[in-house]
């Protein structure tokens, strides 16, 4: 197990499976600050997924890994329907609290918010998934925090797989990661952040973790300052995520929706040609609708 190797600063298990890196609480008030609301939500970000999303004809979505709820939110305001999921209880209790505060709001009112699991979400929202969502959406470099815990990505394939498995005929998924082949290259984190405008970041300490040769774990160590009159109050914490090569990462992509998907690539939100070394790379890809026999 992965684990053995390494320990985040962040520990806790939710759901079966996957380590939920929040489960201290401290990273997840920490994260909710920095991230801020979904006012702080980049216009290309917004731009881009919105209309993606309406061209597509798009209406129902699940975000399976939702978070705090802020792609949530600004969905909802958006006039979609949304589904939202996360194995983190600490981080969904931002959510639910979300939720709460604006209940009386028929969007807000009918705001199913869940938690569960990617190992097993068919099963976890098997009352949720009817003939599947217009779009299922996993953002913020979210698929990341999945380790490699038998050294095959068994596990991530699962999850790609039911993923898929929650799309309907014609439907869309939407996931995206960082650009790790630059950070085993170089050890730095490209600084450009698409998703979100935050005055809270001082600096990204990257850490490269090799087991037998291969780039095993990236480790990222945030250092935010969340009170702007004071320069020296500075909280540091350690996410871990697994780097997703690129060229792997598109193979089992298209292998989860068996090579029949359309499988579209931006770097930033742009298309590749014109980015030269994108911070995220996001992956749309549409499946296609059954063949009758």
Request: net charge negative; glycine share 6%; with cysteine.
């Amino acid at each position: 197990m992965m684990d053995s190797v390494f320990r985040t600063r962040s520990l806790g298990t939710a759901a079966e499976g996957v380590r939920d890196q929040y489960a201290d609480g401290k990273a997840a008030k920490i994260w909710e600050v920095f991230i801020g609301d979904k006012k702080q939500r980049t216009q290309n970000y917004k731009d881009f997924l919105v209309g993606l999303l309406r061209e597509r004809g798009c209406h129902r979505i699940l975000d399976v890994a939702c978070g705090t709820g802020i792609d949530s939110v600004m969905l909802l305001e958006e006039g979609f329907e949304v589904v939202s999921v996360d194995a983190s209880d600490k981080m969904l209790k931002y959510a639910l609290k979300s939720r709460w505060e604006r209940r009386k709001e028929p969007a807000y009112d009918n705001w199913i918010i869940e938690e569960a699991n990617w190992l097993t979400l068919p099963s976890d929202i098997s009352h949720l998934i009817g003939d599947g969502f217009d779009a299922v959406i996993c953002l913020g470099n979210s698929f990341a925090h999945m380790p490699d815990s038998f050294g095959d990505q068994r596990e991530q394939r699962q999850a790609l797989s039911n993923f898929e498995r929650c799309v309907k005929p014609g439907g869309l998924l939407l996931i995206d990661h960082r650009n790790y082949d630059y950070m085993i290259e170089t050890g730095q984190t490209p600084s450009k952040c698409i998703y979100y405008n935050s005055n809270h970041m001082t600096d990204i300490k990257t850490s490269v973790l090799y087991v037998s040769g291969k780039p095993a774990i990236v480790t990222l160590d945030y250092l935010i300052n969340l009170d702007a009159s004071d320069p020296e109050n500075v909280n540091e914490f350690r996410l871990s995520y697994y780097p997703h090569r690129f060229e792997v990462f598109r193979e089992m992509l298209e292998e989860a929706f068996h090579y029949r998907a359309k499988h579209t690539i931006y770097g930033d939100f742009k298309s590749l040609d014109k980015v030269k070394c994108p911070a995220f790379y996001i992956h749309v890809l549409e499946k296609q609708p059954y063949q009758q026999d």
